[in-house]
């Protein structure tokens, strides 16, 4: 069965079933990001192992934090499968975890997507080469009984939002976690927050903007890099005001993309006009140089990316969060006190110390900001 038009994160965390990850030549890189927010968590499967040749044997935990996750990592989907059924283990999704430039499939790959749909695994595919579209793929699947989902195919324009002012109705603080680049942990930071929030007693929700999100399971969300633009800014009030209307949250925690100056993916603008935050978190890779994928394009300085962003919006940056790639585990401490130094702003490794502190920033700007900047002005 061949099904397609799943762009849209469904309101149920629900686990599908235990899904292999291909990752092949790109795990623990920015090309792997899908695959790395997996193996970190998911509601929708329970992940049985990555594919990555280069890794072979080894903890996917281990070689991505440095903490075994209890997942392991195969060299093709041929050996994944065939150790798993070994095990008594039955794989029965074969999820997409690479995250390529322009998010296209190369020969090789789809090679191996054939080759699960052979070995009876239903697809995933968070890219914007749909496999549903694919004739020879299609057929293969139907001869196998097995399903294919598009994630990153849009949902028909007759079911988008056009904004409508109703965000105004939203009564729940709201946190937008944006970076100064792509690939540098946006997401990653919003589910620790979250998960720190409703830890210290606050009921939090995350917004996923990605397919990476949908494919975690966020109960709320859009895929936002797939939507004709003159319905973006409508399907994110649309999804923060599902979140509220839904399960009532005191704090929404908004998951940024790409980034406002990055030249291939400017996002962050319409979540900064359409989802109006109270207040932003910012994620920086202090090591890089460049924008990830563009040598010769450098990084517009911190400090400018923050005056944008405030001038943009009229909201604080209130914290920053870092990515540590590149950086020596005793050189983490001391640079996030050189941001502190430089910025003014509490800065934290969220994935190393967890995010309690950030979750503490977030509870004392909540004790001082109104939850409304106005009336609702919703149109009906």
Not at 133 to 147: F, K, S, T
Not at 202 to 214: K, M, Y
Not at 238 to 267: C, D, F
Request: proline content about 6%; hydrophobic content about 40%.
């Amino acid at each position: 069965m061949v099904t397609s038009g799943e762009g849209k994160a469904p309101n149920a965390g629900v686990i599908d079933g235990p899904a292999i990850v291909y990752c092949q030549g790109a795990f623990n890189t920015t090309n792997g990001k899908t695959a790395h927010g997996l193996v970190r968590r998911s509601r929708r499967y329970r992940v049985l192992g990555i594919i990555d040749s280069r890794y072979a044997g080894r903890d996917a935990g281990e070689v991505l934090d440095g903490r075994p996750a209890g997942i392991p990592i195969f060299a093709s989907v041929e050996s994944a499968v065939r150790e798993l059924r070994e095990r008594g283990e039955e794989p029965q999704y074969f999820v997409i975890g690479l995250a390529p430039d322009g998010g296209r499939l190369s020969a090789e790959a789809r090679q191996e997507v054939m080759l699960a749909i052979q070995l009876g695994l239903n697809v995933d595919s968070g890219l914007h080469d749909f496999l549903s579209e694919d004739p020879e793929i299609c057929r293969l699947a139907e001869a196998a009984g097995v399903r294919i989902r598009d994630v990153r195919k849009p949902p028909p324009r007759s079911q988008l939002h056009f904004f409508s002012g109703k965000i105004e109705e939203v009564d729940a603080f709201r946190v937008a976690v944006l970076g100064t680049d792509s690939a540098v942990g946006k997401r990653t930071t919003c589910w620790l927050l979250t998960d720190a929030l409703n830890e210290a007693g606050l009921r939090a929700e995350l917004v996923g903007t990605g397919q990476t999100a949908w494919m975690q399971g966020a109960r709320f969300g859009i895929i936002l890099d797939s939507l004709v633009n003159d319905f973006v800014s409508g399907e994110i009030e649309h999804a923060v005001w599902t979140a509220w209307k839904e399960a009532r949250p005191e704090v929404i925690v908004i998951e940024g993309q790409g980034s406002l100056m990055n030249p291939a993916y400017p996002g962050g603008f319409e979540i900064l006009a359409a989802a109006r935050p109270h207040v932003v978190i910012l994620q920086h890779a202090p090591a890089r140089r460049d924008y990830d994928g563009f040598p010769g394009y450098p990084i517009h300085p911190l400090s400018l990316q923050i005056e944008v962003i405030e001038k943009l919006s009229g909201k604080p940056v209130v914290a920053l969060t870092i990515n540590h790639e590149g950086l020596a585990r005793e050189e983490i401490p001391h640079v996030c006190r050189a941001l502190e130094l430089a910025t003014g702003l509490p800065t934290f490794d969220v994935l190393l110390e967890g995010a309690s502190g950030l979750a503490g920033v977030i509870r004392r700007w909540m004790a001082e900001t109104p939850r409304r900047s106005r009336p609702s002005q919703a149109r009906s």
